[in-house]
């Protein structure tokens, strides 16, 4: 039997150890980006996304690039910009897909604007770790903001990145 002063102790381990249980689990959390963000963020070259909004996302975000086909002009810009920020050692993508699921991120935090060398126009900025790219992109409409993957699309994503 547990004492009632014992038992508050309990419920807020329990409390603890879900929010840890819960970084850990992929619910199918989805963000939809422009290229070439969203492929420099899942090799992982990008690590900071700017958003207008605050999430309480933590964990495994999908990446999905939205339908808009960036110009080559825009593209150069950018890898222009991380080459000055990551150095001259950074392997870009092939390629830009779009309207695709592209792989994910483990956001590690959403905190207000800070100086930083990627994103400083936003309001919250993502703090993502752990890119991974999956071998093929998956055909997506996609949505705004954070929205959850169908359980098919859920599976399919899981099944090549494992």
């Not at 960036?70 to 150069?76: Q, Y």
């Amino acid at each position: 039997v547990v004492s009632t002063q014992s038992t508050g102790k309990k419920k807020a381990a329990i409390r603890n150890q879900d929010k840890d249980f819960k970084l850990l689990r992929d619910e199918g959390m989805c963000l939809t980006m422009h290229q070439p963000w969203a492929s420099l963020l899942v090799a992982g070259i990008k690590k900071i996304e700017g958003r207008s909004w605050y999430s309480s996302h933590r964990g495994r975000l999908w990446i999905h690039a939205a339908a808009k086909q960036p110009t080559t002009a825009e593209i150069r810009a950018v890898e222009d910009q991380y080459l000055d920020i990551r150095g001259n050692d950074v392997i870009f993508p092939e390629f830009y897909p779009t309207s695709a699921i592209l792989g994910c991120v483990f956001v590690e935090d959403v905190l207000p604007k800070f100086e930083n060398e990627e994103e400083n126009s936003s309001e919250f900025l993502f703090v993502c770790k752990d890119a991974m790219a999956l071998p093929v992109s998956i055909k997506s409409k996609g949505q705004h903001k954070i929205w959850k993957l169908g359980k098919q699309e859920h599976a399919t994503v899981l099944d090549q990145l494992f």
